[in-house]
């Protein structure tokens, strides 16, 4: 069988082999690198993507062999650090994934790397601590502290000497606390009332807070209730919730992954047997039941019934519309909005959910920037990657400014303020769904 230069096929996803006890082996490891990086050398269409794979053609091109076999194996981490497994290189990019032959899978590829690496121990304390979004927004939003957190991130002298102990670039967007998260602003519902189903939707959804929309914007949450109620649609919340696994799982530390999922899993499998819908107002949230899970445990009863019953807030929406059920009693226009399609979002393969649901509202305008704004959550925070960071947003920034729009903003909210730190123009984005809100008038 001759082999086939592309594929014209849809991407087909295998299941993260993390068991396997050569997921871990040193040489095979190196080996698949090799393998994978050679292909991707030869290719070179991803270059625009992230800072991995200029990172890798550079090693490549300052190579005496000028080829990946003239790359010492201790400088693949350079590329393996500079990914923060957008999954836009597979989703989007890369001819050779499977059923291709060549059966390339860059972002697993990477992830297999960062396991090992961190089963080694080749781990900054300040990354352990960055991805405990649990314990640093719980001792965080104590109300003093909130304060005291907030008033220290926007002082530049003591944002400086963090940098130089910590690690954490000084000119990095930090998120506020809050001391009322947006847990005990809705608080847990337990409405007895059946939805209305429509199409694939059952009427009535639960939300996954998250430790950012809990911890740092619970305003974005409340307009979400708003406007899910607003479209009576009922609403709840897990009875008890963790961080999805998602910083965790980008760090490598795939046991606190586990450990995340073996709390979250069984709420939320709970509340679809009580007929509930899932949904989060995160992007990579959502990615994460819906896709990163059920690849971990593709046998897993309880994680396949929530992946299957887990929506993109706007993918709800829409459906509901679509069958007649979403109200377009819309108040003010919004004019002209930039939108930043999420990388997250995009490669949940819904379609532009978000766009269709703004544009419902009349004499609305939304210009799509497809394109990543290299925050990741932690990326952009980081002293040695947030000059790459700053490298990727300005594409993103450059359209948003080219606009002209009334508003700007990303499902990602991370995204947005990233955005806005490139900016520094003083305009502040607004989630889409504060926006929506904005648009009922409610």
């Not at 990602?412 to 009922?440: Q, V, W």
Request: one cysteine or more; a neutral charge.
């Amino acid at each position: 069988m001759a082999v086939r230069e592309g594929s014209l096929e849809a991407p087909t996803r295998h299941p993260l082999d993390w068991r396997n006890p050569d997921f871990l082996n040193e040489a095979s490891l190196f080996k698949e690198m090799e393998r994978v990086f050679d292909i991707c050398h030869g290719c070179r269409r991803c270059v625009s993507l992230c800072q991995s794979f200029p990172a890798l053609f550079d090693l490549v091109d300052g190579s005496s062999t000028l080829e990946v076999d003239g790359v010492a194996k201790t400088d693949y981490w350079q590329v393996v650090d500079n990914c923060y497994l957008c999954d836009l290189c597979y989703m989007t990019k890369c001819p050779y994934v499977p059923p291709h032959e060549w059966n390339l899978d860059f972002p697993h590829l990477m992830l297999r790397a960062k396991v090992y690496k961190f089963k080694h121990g080749d781990t900054k304390f300040r990354d352990r601590v960055l991805t405990s979004t649990d314990l640093v927004g719980s001792l965080a939003g104590i109300p003093v502290v909130a304060q005291v957190v907030n008033a220290v991130n926007q002082m530049k002298p003591v944002r400086k000497a963090v940098e130089s102990v910590a690690e954490i670039h000084a000119d990095a967007w930090l998120p506020e606390f809050h001391s009322k998260p947006l847990r005990s602003r809705l608080t847990r519902k337990t409405w007895k009332v059946e939805g209305e189903p429509a199409g694939r939707s059952k009427g009535k959804v639960a939300l996954f807070a998250t430790c950012y929309m809990n911890r740092n914007e619970p305003g974005i949450g409340e307009d979400f209730a708003a406007v899910y109620e607003h479209n009576g649609i009922p609403i709840t919340l897990a009875e008890k919730e963790r961080c999805c696994g998602m910083p965790k799982l980008e760090l490598g530390d795939l046991e606190a992954v586990i450990a995340a999922k073996d709390t979250n899993i069984p709420q939320l499998a709970r509340l679809v047997d009580e007929g509930w819908d899932l949904t989060a107002l995160i992007p990579s949230c959502v990615l994460m039941f819906k896709q990163e899970l059920p690849l971990m445990f593709p046998d897993d009863p309880d994680v396949l019934k929530v992946k299957n019953a887990f929506f993109d807030p706007f993918e709800y929406l829409m459906l509901r519309h679509k069958e007649g059920k979403l109200k377009t009693d819309f108040k003010t226009s919004l004019g002209k909005v930039a939108y930043h399609a999420a990388c997250h979002q995009r490669v949940q393969n819904i379609g532009q959910k978000t766009r269709e649901a703004l544009a419902l509202v009349p004499d609305t305008v939304i210009d799509v920037i497809e394109r990543c704004s290299g925050h990741d959550g932690t990326y952009a925070v980081k002293k040695e990657s947030h000059q790459y960071a700053m490298k990727i947003v300005k594409p993103v920034v450059g359209r948003v400014q080219q606009a002209k729009a009334d508003h700007y903003g990303s499902d990602c909210a991370m995204a947005g303020h990233h955005i806005e730190n490139a900016m520094k123009d003083g305009r502040a984005p607004e989630h889409p769904m504060t926006l929506l809100r904005k648009a009922y008038g409610i």
